[in-house]
């Protein structure tokens, strides 16, 4: 129910079909990082469009900072694709046609019997599905502001990510303490090529082996090899750096570019 969606709660790892009809979960969307996740009344709503076009607006930024955006509405899901291609967002939209998640967790606007919508509900979750705010915005005036949305994340990217203070984690050795950051019983641990710690996420699986490869960087292609296991207490660190080098020549980024939309003048 409503009432036990709260901050410090796990929210249900709900999985939908989204606009293709493939069935995906709040985990795959989330793949780790925090989570934004929005109940919307439908395309048919004026100020759901508002909303979700705030939305749009921000999806750059919040993707380029290791974030998620999922929208779940009462609509199915060929109407949902073509709301959110209306509106040129990039995230998924997933739909809960038979309204089966919106009854079970109270989430329906009962004042609305023609339509019986989700109540309009975002909620800011961190990289392990845990609630950290929530927002009813039955009136629009109770939606999150994008600054709001930005604060919110900030305090998770903070506390989850020692590196949010490099300079600091650096001088201390190079990674912080296993222990540090994410609230998780296994972390890996991203590395230059110095030991110098970039990101941490959890850890899903067994202890691997030094020189295990675990992952292809989306950067330049390297694999993500783990360089050292660390043991602290229960808690336990899989520290990984890439494999080879890298490339030397700072004229070939290998990020993916953005331009302003609608192209340079």
């Known amino acids: 129910m409503l009432s036990d969606l709260v901050s410090g709660r796990l929210f249900p790892d709900l999985e939908l079909p989204e606009t293709t009809g493939r069935m995906l979960r709040l985990s795959k969307i989330a793949d780790g990082q925090p989570l934004v996740l ?3 009344r439908g395309w048919w709503c004026p100020k759901e469009q508002v ?10 930024e919040l993707t380029r900072e290791y974030g998620a955006i999922a929208v779940v509405t009462v609509d199915e899901p060929y109407v949902n694709g073509a709301f959110r291609a209306g509106i040129g967002a990039s995230f998924p939209f997933l739909s809960d046609e038979r309204r089966e998640v919106a009854e079970s ?131 336990l660190g899989v520290h990984l750096r890439k494999e080879g080098a890298p490339d030397a020549d700072p004229r070939l980024v290998r990020h993916r570019m953005t331009v302003p939309r609608g192209g340079l003048a």
């Not at 909303?51 to 750059?60: I, P, T, Y």
């Not at 009136?139 to 604060?151: A, I, M, V, Y």
């Not at 950051?181 to 230059?192: F, K, L, S, Y």
């Open 105 to 235: 967790l109270g989430l329906l606007e009962l004042t609305d019997a023609k339509h019986l919508p989700f109540l309009p509900l975002t909620f800011v979750c961190d990289s392990r599905l845990v609630i950290r705010r929530l927002w009813n915005g039955f009136w629009f005036w109770g939606n999150p502001t994008p600054d709001e949305l930005r604060q919110t994340l900030r305090e998770i990217t903070r506390e989850e990510q020692p590196s949010y203070d490099p300079v600091a984690v650096w001088a201390g050795g190079g990674a912080a303490a296993v222990g540090a950051g994410i609230d998780a019983p296994a972390v890996w641990i991203h590395e230059d090529a110095g030991g110098r710690e970039l990101q941490r996420g959890v850890w899903n699986g067994e202890e691997p082996e030094v020189g295990a490869r675990v992952s292809r960087s989306p950067v330049d292609g390297r694999w993500w090899v783990v360089a050292s296991v660390e043991h602290t207490g229960e808690r």
């Open 38 to 40: 929005c109940f919307a």
């Open 51 to 60: 909303r979700l076009r705030n939305l749009v607006a921000m999806q750059d």
